[in-house]
């Protein structure tokens, strides 16, 4: 189980990554006039250029999601966790289909942040090492579907959190 700095580890890894991904797609817009003090002296002023691994890294959230399947899809559970610490799941197998992934994240009595990463990985990863980056995480109360492709195998679900009380379902499409 992650230990208190872990977690504060992550956060501030997903919140640094957040800033350069948002820096990197912002676009900055050169002046044609350099700006000046109020003494009337010329300041200097640069535009970084953006950074192109940041953009990779957005990419790399969505890598393996999908568009929402029609309403009338039937769907199949596969799994179903809840809890107030973190937990890994035993196996269970995808088919190949569409996979929902619904999460809902409340925050515990007496916390004042809640953190919530869900990964859908591989039941022969080791166990402390996780996917790229978290199929579905939320830093604040509510719930959310995610929509995502899976080769057949065999899964878990990883979660990871802090401060809340949660719930994770894995649905597949039929």
Known sequence: ????????????????????TIKSLTPSVPSSEPSSTAAGTPQASATLPPLPFATDLAAQFSEQTV???GTDTQWTSRLELSGTDSQHSNP????????KLHYQLDMASG????????????????????????????????????????????????VQTFGATWSVTVDEAQ
Not at 1 to 20: H, N
Not at 111 to 131: E, I, K, M, Y
Request: charged content about 15%; cysteine-free.
């Open 67 to 69: 568009a929402p399947p």
């Open 92 to 99: 269970f197998k995808l088919s190949g289909n569409v996979v």
């Open 111 to 158: 916390n004042q942040a809640a953190l919530l990463f869900v990964f859908l990985q591989p039941a022969d990863q080791p166990q402390g090492q996780a996917t790229k980056f978290p199929d579905a995480f939320a830093t604040s109360p509510g719930e959310g579907d995610k929509y995502l492709s899976r080769p057949p195998g065999d899964y878990v679900v990883n």
């Open 1 to 20: 189980m992650p230990t208190l700095i872990q977690r504060a580890l992550i956060v501030a890894v997903v919140v640094f990554l957040a800033i350069l």
